[in-house]
């Protein structure tokens, strides 16, 4: 599934809108009829304005068609936009580009009028270029709007590709304890890797067929694997972002340390993630099992409390029957993965 911001394609600027209108004005080939000079000159004038507000009506029009309707996005993708380029503003945008089509439409069709009643051929002229005139400046006005779009554009287009109507598992925990290695490990097909703007790092997007339809499994690195009272506003925005994709959490733990951070950290972080995340079933697993020592597992495991699975995605350890595990969480206690 694509994501909601993937076709929205090159954004003119005003300057360049104009140059296009108006060029293809000069060069239309429009079959001039015989008669006076005023009656040709009269359907050469009325063709150019014509063909330069169509231009411009339908290119402003088209920019506008290519995005969503922001008041339909799924919440997962509105809160991301809000964080990107602010909602508010691209409604904003989007609307003065609506206004200045039917504006130049308004113009255009009034000239047409006055180009069949003008009787000189001077008078034509001056029309026309009049009508050139008051398109332009209506272009002109909304220059910082395009502007805007354009920029827009080029980060709404970085957001990955995710289903947010899917089952979706998070994948939580400190980097380097593991996660990308789970998320291949558990995927039916090689995960997809796709740039995600809040971070440095990319995000990583498996899939896993199950008897109940498909899931998604998703590492976000930069987002989950520090403490959310680190983040800055951008940061905590696309962590709720997440909170309406979140069927299930996964929250790996790496007893060794050999992740660069000590228990103690991974255990707080653990608790922001589960009050971070109120309602959503939270399940924590042990990973690289194949390295860690048992007093590094049962360290863990008395920490935590309660059920703790013991994997290594490495190996592909026990990782099945974790996600068998999210599956239930996701589906109901008899789901099956």
């Not at 599934?1 to 080939?29: D, H, N, T």
């Not at 805007?148 to 287009?157: C, G, H, M, Q």
């Not at 079933?281 to 590094?296: F, H, M, R, S, W």
């Amino acid at each position: 599934m694509s994501q909601p911001f993937s076709r929205l394609g090159y954004v003119p600027s005003a300057e360049e809108l104009i140059e296009i209108a108006f060029g293809r004005a000069s060069r239309s080939q429009k079959r001039i009829p015989k008669g006076p000079v005023e009656t040709r000159v009269r359907a050469k004038e009325r063709d150019r304005v014509r063909i330069a507000g169509h231009e411009l009506v339908k290119r402003l029009r088209k920019i506008v068609a290519r995005f969503p309707d922001l008041d339909a996005l799924h919440p997962f993708y509105r809160e991301l936009a809000d964080v990107l380029v602010g909602l508010n503003e691209l409604k904003k945008a989007l609307g003065a580009l609506s206004k200045a089509s039917r504006v130049i439409d308004a113009i255009r069709r009034s000239y047409l009028i006055k180009l069949r009643n003008a009787k000189t051929v001077r008078e034509m002229g001056l029309l026309r270029r009049e009508a050139y005139g008051r398109m332009a400046s209506v272009v002109q006005r909304i220059s910082g709007y395009l502007g805007f779009l354009r920029k827009a554009v080029s980060k709404l287009a970085r957001l990955p590709s995710i289903d947010p109507e899917a089952p979706t598992v998070v994948v939580a925990g400190y980097a380097n304890v593991g996660k990308s290695s789970f998320v291949r490990a558990v995927s039916s097909a090689k995960p997809e890797v796709a740039s995600y703007p809040f971070t440095t790092k990319n995000i990583v997007v498996g899939h896993r067929e199950t008897p109940h339809g498909r899931i998604q499994i998703i590492d976000t690195p930069g987002l989950l694997d520090r403490p959310l009272s680190e983040r800055n506003r951008i940061e905590l925005q696309a962590i709720l972002a997440l909170k309406h994709l979140a069927k299930t959490i996964i929250f790996l733990i790496d007893p060794t340390s050999t992740c660069g951070y000590p228990l103690e950290n991974q255990l707080r972080l653990l608790e922001e993630v589960r009050k971070g995340f109120p309602g959503v079933p939270l399940l924590v697993a042990i990973n690289k099992a194949d390295i860690a020592t048992g007093e590094q597992v049962e360290a863990v495991e008395e920490a935590v409390g309660g059920d703790v699975f013991i994997i290594s995605a490495l190996r592909g350890d026990g990782v099945d029957e974790l996600v068998e595990e999210a599956v239930k969480a996701i589906f109901g206690a008899g789901a099956k993965a």
